[in-house]
């Protein structure tokens, strides 16, 4: 069967398959992730695969109309997110006009509101909720012999002028069973790999996972919580190191693997295990990773030994009552062991800081920022809590009165910015706006970082790249104030 995964035409550069998709100010472009493993799995069944992303290769709606006319799939699958979600449908509702195919949504925002996506996209078959890998693969099998949507699990469809919805579909136990997303990139994504950059990891960069979900339960965060679930599910070590070295091997122009499990470091022994395979194998690759602020100085010792150069953490509150109503489960005295160590191991950091949460006030802000000075990771960034369908946190926001608006166009700036949308009675949502631009004026230029950064890429020349393209586009956004649009609704 011909099959089209598409990462839906919008905003240039808007990176769909974020945790918190949007249009950065650090030029950040995400790899389709997850739509590159369904690819894999699809492609593994014996189907005729394309995979377009769309904002890689700077297509339009129409181009992409084309592109998938001219392929006459049966088969097209649509990634949706909450920002974005009215121009996805459309998009969609273009596509079934000009193909005729069977049009399937995915993504946290058709996961999260199925039947309501459904409902106002007439043009849409179906929903694959949650981890869509196998249930697109199930969904496949059951088209081609024109089977009923009934034995799909997973799956939210018509029928009969009704939204009918099947059971949950299990959760993929043997993630070795997928194929390497490496390979799939090398088909479908080779000629724009340069265009996936993250502000901080050297360039070219390329994402794999090593595991899926989180055993943590933060309330914000909506891959747990929406498409992944909170078993954390391994691949194993053997696995991933052939997947870096075939990485190494195929595309020798890449300068890093980021690891995008949710958070590597929560298994130890894994971790460790992981390391010992990449020394072992004597495999020379710069690799980063998602972590918890919990990882011991041994452990962080032997990453980096083997090859390991950052680590993205999220700290999101130098207020201990805000991180306990988030169900961080993290202590603020973890938080400055885990810096102190990480320096000594010689891992850089990259902070995440995220304001508007359950407990914050004016307090609160002042304490974060005072943090985030005193810990002075190598990159920071600082944004307004983003609440998305599906999480505790959209739930706690729209409960208590906190939600500006159900419009979720708002949900991004024309520009496709972050925009918040949480305004609380201790700190409203242009206070939190401002907070986050004034945080990120003061933490880069202070005089001692600013030197620090030359000191780097002096002493660091391959860093230079990663430095200058990121401080270029962070610039535009530092000397502003974010003006806070409005609408109808909002006010």
Same mark, same amino acid.
């Given at each position: 069967?011909?099959?089209?995964?598409?990462?839906?035409?919008?905003?240039?550069?808007?990176?769909?398959?974020?945790?918190?998709?949007?249009?950065?100010?650090?030029?950040?472009?995400?790899?389709?992730?997850?739509?590159?493993?369904?690819?894999?799995?699809?492609?593994?069944?014996?189907?005729?695969?394309?995979?377009?992303?769309?904002?890689?290769?700077?297509?339009?709606?129409?181009?992409?109309?084309?592109?998938?006319?001219?392929?006459?799939?049966?088969?097209?699958?649509?990634?949706?997110?909450?920002?974005?979600?009215?121009?996805?449908?459309?998009?969609?509702?273009?596509?079934?006009?000009?193909?005729?195919?069977?049009?399937?949504?995915?993504?946290?925002?058709?996961?999260?509101?199925?039947?309501?996506?459904?409902?106002?996209?007439?043009?849409?078959?179906?929903?694959?909720?949650?981890?869509?890998?196998?249930?697109?693969?199930?969904?496949?099998?059951?088209?081609?012999?024109?089977?009923?949507?009934?034995?799909?699990?997973?799956?939210?469809?018509?029928?009969?002028?009704?939204?009918?919805?099947?059971?949950?579909?299990?959760?993929?136990?043997?993630?070795?069973?997928?194929?390497?997303?490496?390979?799939?990139?090398?088909?479908?994504?080779?000629?724009?790999?340069?265009?996936?950059?993250?502000?901080?990891?050297?360039?070219?960069?390329?994402?794999?996972?090593?595991?899926?979900?989180?055993?943590?339960?933060?309330?914000?965060?909506?891959?747990?919580?929406?498409?992944?679930?909170?078993?954390?599910?391994?691949?194993?070590?053997?696995?991933?190191?052939?997947?870096?070295?075939?990485?190494?091997?195929?595309?020798?122009?890449?300068?890093?693997?980021?690891?995008?499990?949710?958070?590597?470091?929560?298994?130890?022994?894994?971790?460790?295990?992981?390391?010992?395979?990449?020394?072992?194998?004597?495999?020379?690759?710069?690799?980063?990773?998602?972590?918890?602020?919990?990882?011991?100085?041994?452990?962080?010792?032997?990453?980096?030994?083997?090859?390991?150069?950052?680590?993205?953490?999220?700290?999101?509150?130098?207020?201990?009552?805000?991180?306990?109503?988030?169900?961080?489960?993290?202590?603020? &005295? @973890? %938080?400055?062991?885990?810096? $102190?160590?990480?320096?000594?191991?010689?891992?850089? /950091?990259?902070?995440?800081?995220? *304001?508007?949460?359950?407990?914050?006030?004016?307090?609160?802000?002042?304490?974060?920022?005072?943090?985030?000075?005193?810990?002075?990771?190598?990159?920071?960034?600082?944004?307004?809590?983003?609440?998305?369908?599906?999480?505790?946190?959209?739930?706690?926001?729209?409960?208590?009165?906190?939600?500006?608006?159900?419009?979720?166009?708002?949900?991004?700036?024309?520009?496709?910015?972050?925009?918040?949308?949480?305004?609380?009675?201790?700190?409203?949502?242009?206070?939190?706006?401002?907070?986050?631009?004034?945080?990120?004026?003061?933490?880069?230029?202070?005089?001692?970082?600013?030197?620090?950064?030359?000191?780097?890429?002096?002493?660091?020349? &391959? @860093? %230079?790249?990663?430095?200058? $393209?990121?401080?270029?586009?962070?610039?535009?956004? /530092?000397?502003?104030?974010?003006? *806070?649009?409005?609408?109808?609704?909002?006010?």
């Amino acid at each position: 069967m011909k099959i089209v995964l598409l990462n839906t035409p919008f905003l240039p550069m808007y990176s769909r398959a974020s945790r918190s998709p949007a249009v950065t100010k650090s030029s950040t472009l995400y790899y389709p992730l997850w739509l590159a493993y369904a690819t894999g799995v699809l492609e593994k069944a014996g189907h005729e695969v394309r995979l377009i992303d769309a904002p890689a290769f700077d297509y339009s709606k129409e181009e992409v109309c084309r592109i998938i006319e001219s392929f006459e799939p049966r088969l097209v699958v649509v990634d949706t997110t909450t920002g974005s979600i009215q121009n996805d449908l459309e998009v969609a509702a273009a596509i079934k006009a000009r193909s005729g195919a069977f049009i399937v949504l995915v993504g946290t925002h058709a996961t999260a509101l199925p039947e309501e996506v459904l409902e106002q996209c007439p043009a849409a078959d179906a929903v694959a909720r949650g981890e869509y890998d196998y249930i697109l693969k199930s969904l496949a099998e059951v088209l081609g012999r024109d089977g009923g949507l009934a034995e799909v699990y997973g799956l939210t469809y018509r029928q009969g002028g009704e939204i009918k919805t099947n059971p949950v579909m299990d959760k993929i136990e043997d993630l070795d069973e997928i194929p390497f997303v490496a390979e799939v990139y090398k088909r479908h994504l080779d000629p724009v790999i340069h265009r996936y950059f993250y502000g901080a990891n050297r360039h070219p960069v390329m994402t794999i996972v090593s595991g899926r979900g989180c055993p943590y339960k933060c309330c914000y965060c909506v891959y747990p919580q929406v498409m992944q679930g909170h078993k954390y599910r391994l691949r194993s070590v053997e696995k991933v190191v052939a997947e870096m070295v075939y990485i190494r091997e195929t595309f020798p122009h890449v300068k890093e693997i980021f690891i995008e499990d949710d958070t590597l470091t929560v298994n130890k022994a894994r971790v460790v295990a992981l390391c010992k395979e990449i020394i072992k194998r004597k495999l020379k690759v710069t690799w980063s990773a998602n972590s918890r602020a919990q990882a011991d100085l041994e452990t962080l010792k032997i990453m980096k030994k083997a090859g390991c150069r950052l680590l993205c953490v999220g700290y999101e509150s130098g207020d201990q009552k805000v991180l306990d109503a988030l169900g961080k489960k993290l202590r603020i &005295e @973890e %938080i400055h062991e885990f810096t $102190r160590h990480a320096k000594k191991a010689g891992i850089l /950091i990259h902070g995440c800081f995220l *304001v508007g949460n359950p407990g914050e006030t004016k307090d609160s802000l002042r304490m974060t920022l005072d943090m985030a000075k005193k810990l002075n990771p190598d990159t920071a960034q600082f944004y307004p809590i983003m609440v998305y369908p599906g999480t505790r946190a959209y739930h706690w926001a729209k409960s208590n009165g906190f939600l500006l608006t159900e419009d979720f166009s708002q949900w991004l700036t024309p520009e496709g910015l972050h925009h918040s949308v949480v305004s609380t009675p201790e700190v409203s949502r242009e206070e939190l706006v401002a907070w986050a631009d004034n945080a990120r004026r003061e933490f880069y230029l202070r005089p001692a970082f600013v030197v620090a950064k030359i000191y780097q890429a002096l002493r660091f020349p &391959e @860093e %230079i790249s990663r430095l200058s $393209r990121g401080f270029l586009s962070l610039i535009k956004f /530092i000397f502003r104030h974010e003006k *806070v649009n409005e609408c109808p609704s909002c006010k």
